[in-house]
């Protein structure tokens, strides 16, 4: 008996410690970095490149950006050094929701799904009095909780792997059908679970698996030849592992590289696309700047579809986050600026790409 419930407080500490990890998991908006915040919102763009990268001989950040019809990058390594202008595969985390969101609306253009429709439309569900819509998952207003315990997390923490690898489909299924809610706009509360929701929302629409149907839009109707569900491989090392047909694929699983996430964001900028425009429309104030946010240029105002919203800096962005990765996509649709910084270094290390890329952008602002 006392074996047993050793046993037993033992596992509910490692499913405490999980979720502790997995708080900040796919993405998030977590300032991490070694400076005083004061000290960090006082330098300059390449201050903060310099010390991110100062004795790190495995660093490899690649910096894009697209000012007055034109598009640049480079490539950085230890201590700043510029290195040889590559193309490396990247895993862009959250990023990928911005990817999901703009399959939703090019789903609504076509008259597949509308905003307002509720999730049990489309997805097999027990009979309840309320369920979310579509516009409250891609809002973060749903409800939802950023992620919920499911068991292959625990085999996952102790092998340091993915958080969410081994999360089903049925899983989620599961886990929805048991979670209550009120018919209200809930606060803003970021939701790797409600984006993985909406993905299976999306695979009831088309009738296909999720990775088939991201992979095909990303090739046939962005035009993108080098962006694609992650495989677990690439040029760099320790990317994050993914089962087939995971669930949680749409909230942060997908890799790319700089030449493409700058294509990416020039059609963000054009109308080449016009539901992509859509989703960058405010569906809700959310008002999530923290006062330290606010020191570091970190604004969310309102959100879009999965898309943030910085009204005073006129800057539309998103960022990402895996174990060893994190990444900035931000754009000013009016003066056709954007800014996609891609790191192989993990969110919590030094200074974020989303601290240098609302830093860079600004600047090329002013």
């Not at 495995?58 to 480079?74: C, E, H, L, R, S």
């Not at 931000?330 to 993990?346: A, C, E, H, M, R």
């Amino acid at each position: 008996m006392k074996i047993h419930k050793w046993r037993k407080k033992k596992m509910l500490m490692v499913i405490l410690m999980i979720m502790g990890f997995v708080a900040a998991g796919v993405g998030g908006y977590i300032i991490y970095g070694s400076y005083k915040i004061n000290e960090l919102s006082k330098m300059t763009f390449e201050e903060m490149l310099d010390f991110t990268v100062k004795n790190n001989k495995d660093a490899v950040i690649t910096v894009g950006i697209i000012q007055n019809g034109k598009t640049t990058y480079k490539v950085y390594g230890e201590n700043g050094m510029e290195l040889p202008q590559e193309e490396h595969i990247y895993e862009i985390g959250s990023v990928t929701k911005t990817f999901t969101t703009a399959l939703l609306f090019k789903s609504i253009s076509e008259g597949k799904v509308s905003l307002d429709d509720s999730i049990d439309e489309y997805l097999d569900l027990p009979e309840k009095s309320y369920y979310p819509t579509i516009k409250r998952l891609v809002t973060h207003t749903s409800g939802y909780k950023g992620s919920y315990f499911e068991m292959p997390m625990v085999a996952n923490f102790l092998q340091g792997k993915n958080d969410f690898n081994g999360i089903s489909g049925t899983m989620l299924i599961n886990r929805l059908s048991k979670i209550n809610l009120n018919d209200s706009d809930y606060s803003y509360r970021y939701s790797n679970f409600g984006m993985a929701t909406l993905g299976a929302v999306l695979e009831q629409i088309h009738e296909e698996d999720y990775t088939a149907l991201m992979n095909a839009f990303v090739r046939e109707d962005l035009g993108l030849s080098n962006t694609k569900v992650s495989e677990s491989s690439g040029d760099l090392d320790n990317y994050w592992e993914w089962s087939e047909s995971d669930a949680y694929i749409p909230a942060g699983g997908i890799l790319s590289t700089i030449t493409d996430m700058l294509a990416y964001v020039q059609t963000q900028l054009s109308n080449r696309l016009t539901y992509l425009s859509l989703a960058h429309e405010p569906l809700t104030d959310i008002n999530a700047s923290s006062e330290m946010y606010q020191k570091m240029g970190i604004h969310m105002d309102a959100i879009g579809a999965g898309w943030m919203i910085d009204n005073g800096n006129n800057i539309i962005w998103h960022n990402g986050g895996t174990g060893n990765y994190n990444s900035y996509v931000g754009f000013d649709k009016d003066n056709q600026i954007g800014v996609v910084i891609l790191s192989n270094l993990p969110p919590k290390y030094r200074i974020p790409t989303t601290v240098m890329g609302i830093e860079l952008l600004t600047s090329l602002q002013n």
